[in-house]
């Protein structure tokens, strides 16, 4: 079975500065999809950022861009220039490639706090 | 338009109710679910139904029904419901094919169990 590891509970960061949320997924499969998703307090699920497995290049949507490392099974999140905007809850990701592609399997996610 | 709606957005019960939570998408997905978010803040899936048939059931406890009465519709009843049923609940749909992988989802419907 996939399982999502995000190691960092809660994350800091300035406003203006950037900074990277950690995540590790243990997969047999070779194709795939991660997603970062945003929760901000409203609790809606925004979709920030995906990679396709079999794509080497990472995926960038403006100021947030991932660096993605299949064989070490790492996906991390880099948040440019943050924004007080950016704080709300930060979640890994993964789901199947193919067929009924079955459920997202989500990390336990990381708070991320902006500081003016 | 709401993409995927769920009502109602907040629900307050007591021990022993049974309630349900509503949840209709308009994207002509063919796939929907439903996860539980806990106190935590921890997402797991619950159900998960494709053109009406349950295709996913993890291990709920049975007081748990999942009703689908078309593809567009994916309801979540809950019977004799307890404390730890209070919880953020959340509808989602996707194509069966999709190039993307993304789920869509609803705003989360939050349950208190009094």
């Known amino acids: 079975a996939q399982t999502v590891t995000q190691s960092q509970p809660e994350m800091s960061v300035q406003e203006a500065e950037t900074v990277t949320l950690s995540c590790t997924y243990d997969t047999s499969e070779s194709d795939y999809y991660l997603f970062w998703y945003k929760q901000p307090p409203s609790r809606q699920m925004i979709l920030v950022i995906r990679q396709e497995a079999y794509k080497q290049q990472n995926a960038t949507e403006n100021r947030f861009s991932v660096n993605f490392q299949k064989a070490a099974k790492s996906f991390s999140l880099k948040i440019s220039d943050s924004q007080l905007g950016d704080a709300a809850m930060y979640f890994c990701?993964?789901?199947?490639?193919?067929?009924?592609?079955?459920?997202?399997?989500f990390g336990k996610g990381t708070k991320l706090s902006v500081k003016p | 338009d709401t993409a995927v709606s769920q009502t109602p957005k907040y629900l307050v019960t007591q021990m022993g109710n049974d309630k349900s939570i509503k949840c209709e998408q308009n994207l002509g997905h063919d796939t929907m679910y439903w996860y539980k978010q806990d106190s935590k803040k921890f997402l797991k899936i619950m159900f998960s139904?494709?053109?009406?048939?349950?295709?996913i059931n993890e291990t709920v406890p049975n007081r748990f029904s999942p009703k689908s009465p078309d593809k567009a519709h994916l309801n979540l009843h809950i019977n004799s419901l307890e404390l730890g049923d209070s919880a953020v609940y959340f509808c989602a749909s996707s194509p069966a094919d999709s190039h993307t992988g993304e789920l869509f989802f609803g705003e989360g419907s939050r349950l208190t169990v009094l």
């Open positions: 990701a993964y789901r199947s490639y193919g067929g009924s592609q079955g459920n997202l399997i």
């Open positions: 139904y494709n053109n009406k048939e349950l295709i």
